[in-house]
T-cell receptor, first 113, second 113 residues
Framework: KNQVEQSPQSLIILEGKNCTLQ??????????LRWYKQDTGRGPVSLTI?????NTKSNGRYTATLDADTKQSSLHITASQLSDSASYIC????????????FGKGTKLTVNP | NAGVTQTPKFQVLKTGQSMTLQCAQD?????MYWYRQDPGMGLRLIYY???????DKGEVPNGYNVSRLNKREFSLRLESAAPSQTSVYFC????????????FGSGTRLTVV
């Protein structure tokens, strides 16, 4: 069964600190892995998309890594800001005839001053 | 750039009432999607339209119908609302094919009493 598991479920950090969110998946055939940021009351916004051959991709203070062998990904946030408070969703794409997205439940990050 | 626009943002229905959620995108995307997001669960695909003139069922289509009115607009209809359809509904669009980003609307929060 295609599944995406994220950890931790929630995380509280102080402003300026770094943090790392984890994503494990059992999705096949694998096409790509995406990280989304979802602010409260808003729709998800794309941070990164990585294909099988990509190990790391950055978007400002966000750096995603992918290990396709172990089926793990991480999202590292550097020098956190209050505006980073949001849910971060890992999404893995399987592709047969058409692309199918499998969503994780998300990690809720709170950045406190 | 408006991106993906959803209306209404909030709605309360009584059990058995019907309503249509509207979605429009201005990015000339081929593919459009309807998802629902429930507490403690990842986003689940209700219906999608890979291109103008086509629609297909997703993971949880029961109780819903869709119409791809033209390339820009994709509506979701609840014919006889049930409390189990209380959720946040997101419309999304994509160029289509694999490895392209999805753009999400800001959501419709629906409560069925």
């Amino acid at each position: 069964k295609n599944q995406v598991e994220q950890s931790p479920q929630s995380l509280i950090i102080l402003e300026g600190k770094n943090c790392t969110l984890q994503c494990n998946y059992t999705v096949s055939p694998f096409s790509n892995l995406r990280w989304y940021k979802q602010d409260t009351g808003r729709g998800p916004v794309s941070l990164t998309i990585m294909t099988f051959s990509e190990n790391t991709k950055s978007n400002g203070r966000y750096t995603a890594t992918l290990d396709a062998d172990t089926k793990q990904s991480s999202l590292h946030i550097t020098a956190s800001q209050l505006s980073d408070s949001a849910s971060y969703i890992c999404v893995v794409s399987a592709i047969t005839i058409e692309e199918k997205l499998v969503f994780g439940k998300g990690t809720k990050l709170t950045v406190n001053p | 750039n408006a991106g993906v626009t959803q209306t209404p943002k909030f709605q309360v229905l009584k059990t058995g009432q019907s309503m249509t959620l509207q979605c429009a995108q201005d990015m000339n995307h081929n593919s459009m999607y309807w998802y629902r997001q429930d507490p403690g669960m990842g986003l689940r695909l209700i219906y999608y339209s890979a291109s103008e003139g086509t629609t297909d069922k997703g993971e949880v289509p029961n109780g819903y119908n869709v119409s791809r009115l033209n390339k820009r607009e994709f509506s979701l209809r609840l014919e006889s609302a049930a409390p189990s359809q209380t959720s946040v509904y997101f419309c999304a669009s994509s160029v289509g094919g694999k490895n392209y980003g999805y753009t999400f609307g800001s959501g419709t929060r629906l409560t069925v009493v």
